[in-house]
């Protein structure tokens, strides 16, 4: 591999060894990877469809229970740039294994929590896994497969946050309400014991192919090439929080849908992000540049939609649609862009990129929800569509080039 094109660091300060190029891709190992996603991301989501039965049960308010989320995005956000740090010294392999294991036990003890610190405890143990897995998966896949396949395999492996993003909520619920809020948490530790199985039998011996540190994060940081893609995550992930956490009552107030409609139309969205996360990758294999554009810029423009057209219920029902498509293709190019940007320090660039995706998501739910306090709902979904704009500006005129 080449070095980045921002200039040679001195290799003392990163104390790294650029890992030889994969010529052969090892294609279980990176399905197994997209089966931890979607364990991962399935027992993130849990909460939200079980959240009345679960404050009943523990004897707390719904907003009380609603803490289990923060608790795991939080953590998640400590975890992802830290990890590669943590665990500097240890085979890849075994790394992911252990995270595996992490979900698995989380799942396992909200399953028996009694109390709602235990449940927290649970959330806790589950954010850790999940930044730690989100901040290494991109250089885990850049091992696996060659160069040129990343983005492939990148969208095998977030073809699990796609599955996931359609079935945990609805499932979730339904076993919820048949069988009970614990054993949806326990058919999810079963998933992630069969998940550890497949890492068992696929992962092959990765090692550590650099020294990570918190130096090493300050010197990846200062890369213009990362700090453009750092941006570009920022605005895409507040424009999409700032805007799509309000659908639900835009659709509600200005096209007037029932709740069987919205629900169908929230549907189409994940659909949409199923296919887009695809096409994504796809297009990323041939120009990167395009595939990082093109993404947000299909977000503002559906946005935009919705603020002119949105009355309509068909062009609001098209324009979340396409928003799904376009939000299912942003990780596939982000991730690759990083670690074609900083191949010798993949996983610190994963991890300052997990780190600022987590903090663009409260700074945009935030920021959205004081603009619709303030101004309506129609002025986050302009906000969405500003930033989102934005960040597909800024990435055609100085994002990726084709060398990188």
Do not use: C
């Not at 190029?21 to 469809?49: H, I, K, N, Q």
């Not at 996360?277 to 093109?294: P, Y």
């Not at 935030?366 to 990435?395: E, P």
């Amino acid at each position: 591999m080449t070095e980045p094109a921002t200039g040679v660091i001195d290799a003392a300060v990163l104390d790294r060894t650029e890992p030889e190029e994969r010529t052969e891709p090892v294609w279980g190992a990176v399905v197994s990877l997209a089966l931890g996603v979607f364990g991962l991301v399935t027992a993130e989501f849990l909460p939200a469809s079980l959240l009345t039965r679960l404050a009943q049960d523990l004897g707390v308010s719904e907003g009380a229970a609603g803490q289990a989320v923060t608790a795991t995005a939080v953590v998640g956000a400590i975890a992802a740039p830290t990890m590669a740090i943590v665990t500097k010294r240890l085979d890849r392999r075994l790394v992911m294994w252990m995270l595996t294991v992490l979900l698995i036990v989380s799942n396992l003890f909200a399953a028996f929590a009694s109390s709602l610190t235990m449940l927290l405890l649970a959330r806790v143990v589950l954010g850790v896994a999940l930044g730690g897995f989100w901040s290494m998966s991109a250089a885990m896949a850049m091992r696996l497969v060659p160069m040129r396949l990343m983005p492939r395999a990148m969208s095998i492996i977030l073809t699990g946050v796609s599955v996931a993003t359609v079935t945990a909520a609805p499932v979730g619920a339904y076993v919820g309400d048949i069988w009970g809020w614990r054993t949806a948490f326990m058919i999810a530790a079963v998933v992630g014991a069969l998940t550890l199985l497949v890492q068992l039998a696929t992962i092959p011996s990765l090692p550590p192919t650099g020294v990570a540190s918190f130096r090493t994060l300050v010197e990846v940081l200062k890369r213009p090439t990362i700090r453009v893609a750092l941006l570009v995550v920022l605005l895409v992930a507040s424009g999409q929080f700032a805007g799509f956490t309000y659908v639900r009552p835009f659709l509600e107030t200005v096209p007037v849908m029932p709740i069987e409609t919205i629900s169908l139309v929230l549907l189409a969205y994940g659909i949409g992000g199923f296919f887009g996360n695809f096409a994504g990758g796809f297009l990323a294999e041939r120009n990167l540049k395009l595939a990082v554009g093109l993404a947000p810029l299909l977000i503002a423009l559906s946005a935009l939609a919705m603020l002119t057209l949105g009355a309509s219920p068909i062009v609001a029902a098209i324009a979340v649609a396409g928003w799904g498509f376009a939000f299912g293709a942003v990780p596939v190019g982000i991730q690759t862009w990083m670690v074609r940007a900083a191949p010798d320090q993949a996983e610190s660039a994963g991890g300052l990129m997990v780190a600022t995706f987590q903090v663009a998501i409260a700074l945009g739910a935030v920021f959205g929800g004081l603009l619709v306090d303030h101004a309506g709902v129609a002025s986050a979904f302009a906000y969405g569509s500003a930033a989102t704009l934005l960040a597909a500006l800024v990435t055609f005129a100085i994002g990726p080039k084709q060398a990188e």
